[in-house]
C-alpha cells in the first residue's frame, strides 16, 4: 500500500463526526481546503529572552510558505527555552537542563494532540536543539530539525569577538589587565543581532551533528542567522 500522507490528520479532521474539530479551526482562518491537505507541525522555540532564538519568527515564516507551496497546511506552536549563556553562574541556570526535557515534551504532545502528519522543528540554542530532536523521534513522523543558525561576530579594536572575549574579558578586568571602559564596549560590540554563540559550543556542534545523523538536510546548519541564505533554507526544508 502507498504510504498515506495524510495518515494522521485524517483521523482529526475527516468525516461527519469530525465537523466541530474542522468549525474549530475554521474560526482562526482555516479553509477546506486547508484542512483537506497534509498538516504539517512546526515547532517554533522562538522566545524574546536571548539573541540565540530571537529570529525564529522570521524563519518560522518562510518555513510556511515552502510548506505552502509543496501542497500542504502549516501549523505552528511555540515552546520554551533558557540561555544558558545569560543565566550561566546564576540560580537560574540550574533551570537548563530541565528545560530541554521540557522541549521535547512539548513538542510531543502538540504533536500527539494536533496529529500532524510531519513536523518541522525550528531550534538555535543549547538545549532547543537536542530536546526538538527528541520530540520529533518519540513522533516517529516524517519530519526534520531546523537550526537557525550562529550570530555574526562583534567588531572591537578593529578585530572579530565572540561573546568567548567577553567572558575572558571579565577576568581580565578582575586582574587589572583591561580597564571598565574596555570592558564596556566589548560588552556592547560582541552581539550584534540574533543567532547562536558565534563559536564551536553547543549549539553550533550539536547542529552539525544532527546533520550527520540525517535529522537536518546537510547543508542546512551552516548559513549564519541573519544571513540571507537562512530565509532560502528554511523556505527549501518546508
Request: with cysteine; proline share 5%; hydrophobic share 45%.
Amino acid at each position: 500500500m502507498p504510504f498515506d500522507i495524510r495518515h494522521r490528520s485524517r483521523i482529526l479532521l475527516d468525516g461527519k463526526d469530525r465537523a466541530p474539530a474542522r468549525a474549530f479551526l475554521k474560526g482562526i482562518g482555516f479553509t477546506d481546503s486547508d484542512l483537506s491537505r497534509p498538516i504539517v507541525g512546526v515547532a517554533n522555540t522562538w522566545i524574546g529572552t536571548m539573541p540565540c532564538n530571537y529570529h525564529l519568527r522570521d524563519l518560522a515564516v518562510s518555513i510556511k510558505e515552502g510548506i505552502r507551496a509543496a501542497g500542504a497546511t502549516p501549523m505552528e506552536f511555540n515552546t520554551i527555552a533558557i540561555s544558558d549563556g545569560i543565566t550561566m553562574g546564576t540560580e537560574g541556570m540550574k533551570a537548563s537542563l530541565v528545560s530541554r526535557e521540557i522541549i521535547a515534551d512539548s513538542i510531543e504532545l502538540v504533536g500527539r494532540g494536533h496529529m500532524f502528519d510531519a513536523m518541522i522543528v525550528l531550534v538555535a540554542c543549547d538545549k532547543t536543539i537536542p530536546g526538538g530532536a527528541m520530540g520529533l523521534i518519540r513522533l516517529d513522523i516524517p519530519g526534520l530539525v531546523l537550526y537557525g543558525g550562529s550570530i555574526a561576530p562583534g567588531k572591537f579594536k578593529g578585530r572579530d569577538v565572540t561573546i568567548q572575549d567577553v567572558y575572558e574579558a571579565v577576568g581580565a578586568n578582575a586582574r587589572g589587565l583591561m580597564p571598565d571602559a574596555d570592558l564596556c564596549e566589548l560588552e556592547n560590540q560582541a552581539c550584534p543581532g540574533a543567532g547562536a554563540c558565534g563559536g564551536q559550543f553547543t549549539a553550533n556542534t550539536m547542529a552539525l551533528a544532527l546533520e550527520f545523523l540525517g535529522l537536518s538536510p546537510i547543508g542546512t546548519a551552516s548559513p549564519p542567522a541573519l544571513d540571507a541564505r537562512k530565509k532560502e533554507v528554511a523556505y527549501k526544508a518546508g
